[in-house]
C-alpha cells in the first residue's frame, strides 16, 4: 500500500526563521511528487517533482526530490505570518491514472 | 481563469440521506478526481473521471458514485450517509498529458459536508 509519511506534524517559530519541512514515502508506481500548501480549505499547488526536475524553488520556498532515498524536503527562508499553514506533501503514482496519496501534513505557525 | 469551482461550499444533511456535490474543473482541464478530507488528515482520493469513465478508485464503498459530463464538469454523489461521513470533500482537476508524466492537481475551495 502506497504511503506518505510528513514530520514535524507541527512546527511553531519565529518571524525571519528557516524551516525544513520533511516528506518521505513508498509507492508502487512513482510519477512525481508534490507539495501544497492549505490555508483555510484548498490545497494550493506549491512545486511538483519529477525524475526529470528534482529541485525547484519559488521565492523564499524550495524543495528537493531524493528519489534514491525516497523522500522530499521544503525549505522556506526567511519566514512570515503569512506563511503559516498547513505543508501537504502528496506522491502521485499510477501506470493509468494520477491518484495523490497524501501525508497528514505539517502544521507551520509562525509568530511575529 | 475561474479555476476550479465547486458547490455547494456548506451543506447539513440527515443519517440516511442522499447527497450530491458538483464540481467545475480549471479551463482546459479533462481529468477531475474527488478526495475526502477529515479534520486534521491529508485528504484520501475516492475517484478519478477522465473522459467521462471512472478510471481509479480509492478505498471507499460503493455509496459514494461519480459522474463526468462532457464539458469535464464532475459529481460526487453519497448515499445513505453515515456521520462519518462529515468532511471536507476536495476536487482536484488537471490534464492528462500521458502515463510518462507528472501531472499538476489544482484543487476547489471543497464543500464541507456536516452529517447529523
Known amino acids: 500500500e502506497d504511503k506518505v509519511v510528513q514530520s514535524p506534524l507541527s512546527l511553531v517559530v519565529h518571524e525571519g526563521d528557516t524551516v525544513t519541512l520533511n516528506c518521505s514515502y513508498e509507492?508502487?508506481?512513482?510519477?512525481?511528487l508534490l507539495w501544497y500548501k492549505q490555508e483555510k480549505k484548498a490545497p494550493t499547488f506549491l512545486f511538483m517533482l519529477?525524475?526529470?526536475?528534482i529541485e525547484k524553488k519559488s521565492g523564499r520556498l524550495s524543495s528537493i526530490l531524493d528519489k534514491k532515498e525516497l523522500f522530499s524536503i521544503l525549505n522556506i527562508t526567511a519566514t512570515q505570518t503569512g506563511d503559516s499553514a498547513v505543508y501537504l506533501c502528496a506522491v502521485e503514482e499510477g501506470t493509468s491514472g494520477s491518484r495523490l496519496t497524501f501525508g497528514e501534513g505539517t502544521q507551520l505557525t509562525v509568530n511575529p | 481563469d475561474a479555476g476550479v469551482t465547486q458547490s455547494p461550499t456548506h451543506l447539513i444533511k440527515t443519517r440516511g440521506q442522499q447527497v450530491t456535490l458538483r464540481c467545475s474543473p480549471k479551463s482546459g482541464h479533462d481529468t477531475v478526481s474527488w478526495y475526502q478530507q477529515a479534520l486534521g488528515q491529508g485528504p484520501q482520493f475516492i475517484f478519478q473521471y477522465y473522459e467521462e469513465e471512472e478510471r481509479q478508485r480509492g478505498n471507499f464503498p460503493d455509496r459514494f458514485s461519480g459522474h463526468q459530463f462532457p464539458n469535464y464538469s464532475s459529481e460526487l454523489n453519497v448515499n445513505a450517509l453515515l456521520l462519518g461521513d462529515s468532511a471536507l470533500y476536495l476536487c482536484a482537476s488537471s490534464f492528462f498529458v500521458g502515463t510518462g508524466f507528472g501531472t499538476e492537481a489544482f484543487f476547489g475551495q471543497g464543500t464541507r459536508l456536516t452529517v447529523v
Open positions: 519529477t525524475s526529470s526536475g
Open positions: 509507492v508502487t508506481n512513482f510519477r512525481s
